[in-house]
């Protein structure tokens, strides 16, 4: 079963709008923990709309897929 909602030739793209079904969510704490940050410092990065967020009820979660998104696109060659 694929674990995508999109066609094999959509995933290539660089702005497809594939969704995982099984979507990793992390909460501030966790993806500050994964980084070595503070929490403050996950809140300033989604604040400035250069990490998507998503709030759900009252939490707020980023996708794992964001994240890596996030640090691939700030890596220092």
């Known amino acids: 079963m694929n674990k995508t909602a999109c066609r094999p030739s959509d995933e ?3 702005n497809s709008r ?3 079904r099984a979507m990793r969510m992390l909460t501030r704490h ?6 070595g940050c503070s ?6 990065v989604i604040a400035s709309g250069d990490l998507r ?3 759900i ?3 707020i979660r ?4 964001d994240a890596e998104v996030f640090l691939a696109r ?3 060659r």
Not at 30 to 35: G, Q
Not at 39 to 44: C, H, Q, V, W, Y
């Open 12 to 14: 290539s793209k660089p």
């Open 18 to 20: 594939c969704v995982s």
């Open 30 to 35: 966790e993806l500050a923990e994964r980084w």
């Open 39 to 44: 929490e403050r410092t996950i809140d300033r």
């Open 53 to 55: 967020a998503h709030r």
């Open 57 to 59: 009820g009252r939490s």
């Open 62 to 65: 980023i996708a794992e897929e």
């Open 74 to 76: 700030r890596r220092i």
